[in-house]
């Protein structure tokens, strides 16, 4: 009885809230006829975005990934270039430059597991050669770099964008889990994530915080993405190029080799309702977040990840760093073992670097990202996580870990 009791409660890692406008503007998009895409809803979510962000244009696109793509190419990043990523975080931050036949060199994190600038620094200095304006590794030109804000949490911008000044090298930021995420001190105070480099994308897909999977969300449109630029005109060809570069659509004639990236208007009508109730969802995040710590606090075998001092966090995901010189239990078990509780929790990504199709790629002095990919534990997030859900959560971890 004991067990069917603990199966019959689910806490999942994160799900769909659907309180607002989404079957009202839904219902609208289907009685106008307007379903793919074209349709009013893309525009309106584009200039929601663009209002939310503090910015004059953002282009919607049929994913994250579509999004960073877009930015690669409008980057000109091209076959052989070298685009610097990091190893922690999702592949489809890295795929991408794969797309453009360029060469992933891998760099460690710091301990917001964002890209580590002081060893950023130190690669452009001692690993490359900067002439005629060009940053060379290797003969390649360095040609960007992708900074992903991860969790939520904000990457140091003023470093890493000081470093890429220097050398002359775009940078490509994705806030694909960082919407809602800006700073708060210093010199790019109200800044959201995405708005800083040359480039920002961002994800409503899978389990971002507006998204469109069936598992794992906090928001939803169905799918979908959102590019941004410093240029508004940069902005506006990617727009061009992500509905196949169409110069007329009358006569289908082409000037340039453009994409099928567009998103639809029925994802747009779920994104313009979820953008509608974002401030309200990332306030029940930080809400969440603070329970958690509070429950943690002292805990011997784990504690809960922070995030930067001077920025204001939509707190997407929640992390909790397991004390490896007390706890020797694989992750897969511990995972397994909060399974039966009813308990839905993750590992954090395996090293892309170390993944077959990127294993015989170069890294750069990888320390921290390994450290905490056997330590990380991604736990309950969802807006809808009552505090005797976290309060069973945090007891449950405890007693697989052990310890007090």
């Known amino acids: 009885m004991e067990a069917e009791g603990k199966m019959s409660r689910f806490i999942p890692l994160s799900i769909p809230n659907f309180e607002g406008n989404e079957k009202k503007y839904v219902d609208n998009a289907l009685e106008q006829g307007w379903v793919s895409t074209g349709g009013a809803y893309i ?18 696109c049929q ?15 091209k076959t052989g270039d070298v685009v610097i990523v990091p190893t922690l975080t999702f592949i489809a931050a890295v795929n991408p430059v794969r797309y453009q036949f360029a060469t992933p060199v891998f760099m460690d994190c710091d301990d917001s597991f964002c890209m580590d600038p002081v060893k950023l620094k130190r690669f452009c200095e001692e690993e490359c050669i900067f002439e005629n304006g060009c940053l060379k590794y290797n003969g390649q030109i360095v040609k960007a770099l992708i900074v992903v804000h991860v969790f939520g949490n904000m990457a140091d911008m003023v470093s890493i964008m000081d470093i890429a000044h220097k050398y002359g090298i775009k940078v490509i930021e994705d806030a694909t889990e960082a919407l809602g995420t800006y700073y708060t001190e210093g010199k790019y105070a109200g800044k959201y994530a995405g708005t800083i480099g040359d480039f920002g994308a961002y994800s409503f897909n899978g389990n971002k915080i507006i998204t469109g999977s069936s598992g794992g969300m906090l928001l939803t449109t169905g799918g979908g993405g959102a590019v941004t630029a410093r240029n508004i005109e940069v902005v506006d060809h990617m727009r061009y190029l992500s509905t196949q570069a169409k110069d007329d659509p009358h006569y289908y004639i082409h000037d340039e080799i453009g994409f099928n990236y567009r998103m639809t208007n029925l994802q747009a009508a779920l ?10 969802f990332i306030k029940r995040k930080q809400k969440n977040y603070d329970t958690y710590c509070k429950l943690f606090d002292g805990y011997q075998n784990g504690k809960i990840i922070g995030f930067r001092e001077g920025t204001f966090s939509n707190k997407w995901f929640y992390s909790l760093e397991i004390n490896r010189d007390n706890i020797k239990i694989p992750m897969r078990e511990i995972i397994t073992e909060l399974e039966k509780c009813g308990i839905q929790t993750r590992a954090i990504w395996g090293l892309i670097s170390e993944q077959k199709p990127y294993q015989y790629e170069k890294t750069y002095k990888l320390e921290k ?36």
């Open 43 to 60: 525009k309106k979510l584009e200039e929601n975005m663009a209002k939310f962000l503090q910015i004059e244009n953002v282009a919607a």
């Open 63 to 77: 994913s994250g990934t579509s999004a960073l793509h877009l930015a690669l190419v409008e980057a000109g990043v």
């Open 271 to 280: 994104g313009v309702a979820q953008m509608e109730e974002l401030p309200e």
């Open 369 to 404: 990202a390994p450290y905490y990919a056997g330590r990380i534990l991604n736990i309950p997030s969802s807006t809808q996580i009552t505090v005797d859900d976290i309060e069973y959560t945090v007891e449950h971890i405890k007693k697989v870990l052990g310890g007090v």
